[in-house]
């Protein structure tokens, strides 16, 4: 049975006192939560009194990028020798605001998972289709290609100690909404891919987020839905009150 796992994505969001606040709270608010696993992701500035806070608790620290060269003539990346001195565990990469804002490729995409793993981080690696890209019927392409290229070359083990984030870029933001049968339809196409690449045992193993709008409203039914292993928050885990609302209507599904 794969564990559900519920990450919050801080973006661009809180100073670092305000990230120590939050954090405060949700550690006391989920402290009994024990069949989820809980990673919050700040802003590179809050990690270090992030790690204070939820240092020897069941929320993990979460990186939101990270460099795929050790050190060297790299102004403003960090590497991964950095987040693992900060106790980072975790770390979303390719996410979709990367690949739109930032010129995140699928080749990238995949340098950086190799970092992570060479630190023995964990890596949520995110893949979605863009509204423009689903209305034309290109959404199993898009993905299909986002998964094949980011995971080219990595072994089953390997494979294995990753978390995959489907993101439908067209229903953040946009007014839509991915129904959790839309959503389930894709996170099997993403399973199916690693199966093709691996094994039917291995993709078995492999847990896959959905990213697209979670609320505490529809936590429940998503989580219920036989692919979705669990959530990357964006907006509401910037509430602890939403976040922890989130995390404990998982505990209330039954896989």
């Known amino acids: 049975m794969r564990k559900l796992i519920i990450a919050g994505n801080w973006k661009l969001n809180k100073t670092s006192a305000e990230?120590?606040?939050l954090a405060t709270e949700l550690k006391r608010?989920?402290?009994d939560v024990m069949d989820v696993d809980v990673v919050i992701c700040p802003v590179f500035t809050a990690l270090s009194v992030v790690?204070?806070?939820?240092m020897e608790s069941n929320v993990k620290l979460g990186a939101q990028?990270?460099?795929?060269?050790?050190?060297?003539?790299?102004?403003g990346e960090v590497s991964g020798p950095l987040l693992k001195d900060l106790g980072v565990e975790y770390v979303i990469i390719g996410h979709s605001e990367r690949r739109q804002f930032f010129g995140e490729t699928n080749a990238t995409v995949n340098k950086r998972?190799?970092?992570?793993?060479?630190?023995?981080?964990?890596?949520i690696v995110c893949v979605g289709e863009l509204l423009e890209e689903r209305e034309a019927?290109?959404?199993?392409d898009v993905i299909q290609t986002q998964c094949t290229e980011s995971l080219a070359g990595f072994s089953s083990e390997e494979v294995q100690k990753m978390i995959i984030a489907y993101e439908p870029v067209w229903a953040i933001g946009t007014g839509k909404t991915a129904s959790p049968e839309q959503a389930q339809e894709?996170?099997?196409?993403?399973?199916?891919?690693?199966?093709?690449?691996?094994?039917?045992?291995?993709?078995?193993?492999v847990r896959i987020q959905y990213g697209g709008s979670v609320k505490p409203e529809n936590t429940a039914e998503l989580m219920s839905q036989p692919d979705i292993d669990g959530a990357l928050v964006g907006g509401?885990?910037?509430?602890?009150e939403a976040f922890a609302a989130i995390i404990k209507n998982c505990c209330t599904v039954n896989k």
């Open 65 to 75: 990028n990270i460099y795929w060269e050790d050190a060297g003539a790299f102004t």
């Open 186 to 205: 894709v996170h099997k196409f993403i399973r199916d891919q690693i199966m093709k690449l691996h094994s039917e045992d291995m993709a078995q193993t």
């Open 51 to 54: 790690q204070d806070v939820v």
């Open 29 to 31: 608010e989920v402290s």
């Open 113 to 123: 998972i190799r970092a992570a793993l060479n630190h023995n981080l964990t890596p």
């Open 137 to 140: 019927g290109k959404a199993f």
């Open 19 to 21: 990230a120590a606040n």
């Open 236 to 240: 509401a885990s910037l509430k602890s």
